[in-house]
């Protein structure tokens, strides 16, 4: 049997990424969402960007595109923006809210679960079904995947508290003389 060093390392990015307190990198993905409320997960800094809920919804849809593919399902795909980030309302209530952040939790248990029923290594070598990267591409790609939303959320939770939750920005300079009124053009990096 060949081991499974690089599987227990993937296993232990995705957890660290998703929900530990010591991750290298900056605040994990359970982290930045505490505190988020449905009225805040809902906001929008600018009309052509995502809210934390879309956010939430897009990271959840990705695991389990990677459960998918990891049960060899070569047709499951996310092929439209509602598959991607969700239909959701602009006002999200606390159900909505309650209910995203479980479905998060659960596709991240059924992805470490999906991993756990493998005994080594060999499959990261493999082509994920319909595509033409290999599982050890995939995984490593959700572990930077998260990286990248989660930092998008902590920047967006920022904006947001600056803002007062939606609300204008004041119309005066910050300390370093960078003015934020409301003619001020904003990066769509978020």
């Keep these: 049997m060949v081991p499974?060093?690089?599987?227990?390392?993937?296993?232990?990015?995705?957890?660290?990424?998703?929900?530990?307190?010591?991750a290298w990198h900056g605040p994990s993905v359970v982290e930045a969402l505490r505190g988020?409320?449905?009225?805040?997960?809902?906001?929008?800094?600018?009309?052509?960007?995502?809210?934390?809920?879309?956010?939430?919804f897009h990271m959840t849809s990705w695991r389990i595109f990677c459960v998918k593919k990891m049960q060899g399902d070569s047709v499951f795909d996310i092929t439209t923006p509602e598959k991607n980030f969700g239909a959701l309302p602009e006002?999200?209530?606390?159900?909505?809210?309650?209910?995203?952040?479980?479905?998060?939790?659960?596709?991240?248990e059924e992805l470490i679960n999906e991993l756990d029923k493998r005994d080594d290594d060999e499959f990261l070598e493999d082509i994920v079904p319909g595509r033409d990267y290999t599982y050890y591409d995939m995984l490593h790609g959700i572990v930077n995947h998260d990286m990248y939303h989660t930092g998008q959320i902590v920047i967006l939770k920022?904006?947001?508290?600056?803002?007062?939750?939606?609300?204008?920005?004041?119309?005066?300079?910050?300390e370093f003389g960078t003015s934020y009124g409301s003619s001020h053009e904003q990066d769509d990096y978020y």
């Design 4 to 22: 499974n060093d690089e599987l227990i390392r993937i296993i232990d990015l995705l957890n660290t990424t998703y929900e530990s307190e010591e």
């Design 36 to 56: 988020v409320t449905p009225d805040l997960a809902g906001k929008r800094i600018t009309p052509n960007t995502h809210s934390i809920a879309e956010l939430v």
């Design 158 to 174: 920022k904006v947001l508290a600056f803002k007062g939750a939606g609300t204008e920005f004041a119309d005066d300079e910050d």
């Design 91 to 108: 006002k999200i209530d606390d159900f909505e809210w309650e209910a995203l952040e479980m479905e998060l939790s659960l596709s991240q």
